[in-house]
């Protein structure tokens, strides 16, 4: 059959699998612009057939690079196709979760071409991925401009110009926060007044207990101002107050990112409509953080860690600023990086919806057992074996997935009599600890045990 494919919009063409870097970026830039994808590998951006040459392993190592670096996770379908007697490999995505990032990078499909996303094309994404126009309460004639604290948004803008080597010229408040997305039909909205206000009108209250029933109180203090001075105030108490490995307070009992990841997310998800604040208490045994308004309903952190959801924010205009001002590196992967570090280093962690409130917390106890460990026997050789401990529900699964393939994971909640969200959580930690692999896309494949 003669070849007819042409490079487009939509469809990317590479010569060969050297070239797998580049052709992931192009997906991850087609699918932020369009919902469908077509890429090949065997034939150059002419159009000229090659063909490839492939193993037994070749697509699997495809899915894996394309499964590690383009998030949130595609549904996808790799095949090895036959085109003037050549043998080619065809790749068909769709995706409707963007924004896509590629090596921790969003870029976008401009004509034929792949570029990085501009700031504007983002924010586009992000709100119009959001419900922010159908909140009464975020945008009102109510926010005036003289709430804003111009020192404040000019040093946010010199700060953004320098971390992400933009030209964003100041060229006034009103200007500057409606290119922010911050001012939307000639109204303020109050993420604004929150990231940017002359009074201090938020607040978080941070605890320190001597006992885990927090009969005896140590610390008790309210800070107050906005977001930015918030977040510092806030992780300057965590950092004076938990437990380090070394006299120089360099490495934490609790790694920083971690830390910092869990309260960006409070500021981020917050409920502004609910009138009590973020809380974080330290007991000797967990580090808790605790903000109004509930996870959306139905879904897991663990959805979004896996890449199954594309980003939710129930503030994405906060989230953007906070994105410009790098204080997050991706847009959905906060979760993952602190189940991957925590899962790593052995910290067990807990999440909840409780009261209004979305709770995670941190045990405190079980790691720093591990840590004292480390330092009485510093001076002594070390000889470390690694054995990743699975729980009686993880072998459960594990069985299952090994016995049956083809099982979804509601079907595995039901047959063990277990929640979903605990089902998700044993099915990351076989993934990550290579007991099981997914074979397909997210809705029509499964999981099959490699171990």
Known sequence: MANLLKESKIIELKKSLDELPFALISVGAILNASNSCLLYFGIDHDGKVYGVKTNKDTLDSIKKEIDEHIFPRLDYEISLEKLERKEVIKIKANGNK?????????????????????INQ?????????????????????????QI???????????INIKNNFDFSYKGMEDCLSKLGLIHNSLLSRSALFLFSNKNDLATNLNLYKNDDKSQLIISRQIRGDIFTLIDNAFE???????????????????????KEILLNMYMHQ?????????????????????????IKGLSPLDFALGIEESHFNNPLIALMLYLNQDITMFGQGFKTVFDISDKEGIKYQFMNKDNNFIFEFSRKSHLNKILVKEKNKDKPIKETIEISLSDIDKKVFDLIKTKEGLRKEDIAKKTNKSLITIQRSIKKLIDNHYIKRVGSNKTGYWVAIK
């Open 122 to 146: 983002l924010k586009e994404i992000i709100l119009k991925n959001s419900n922010i126009y159908k909140n009464p309460n975020e945008f009102s004639f109510d926010y005036k401009l003289n």
């Open 98 to 118: 963007r924004p896509y990032s590629v090596f921790k990078k969003y870029y976008i499909r401009d004509n034929n071409n792949d570029r990085y996303m501009s």
């Open 271 to 295: 409920d502004y409509d609910l009138s009590f604040e973020n809380q974080i208490d330290i007991t000797p045994s967990y580090i808790t953080f605790s903000n109004p308004g509930n996870i």
């Open 237 to 259: 108490f965590i950092k004076e107050n938990i437990k380090y490995l070394d006299s120089n307070k360099s490495i934490p009992e609790i790694p920083f990112q971690v830390l």
């Open 149 to 159: 604290d111009e020192k404040k948004l000019i040093n946010f803008i010199e700060k």
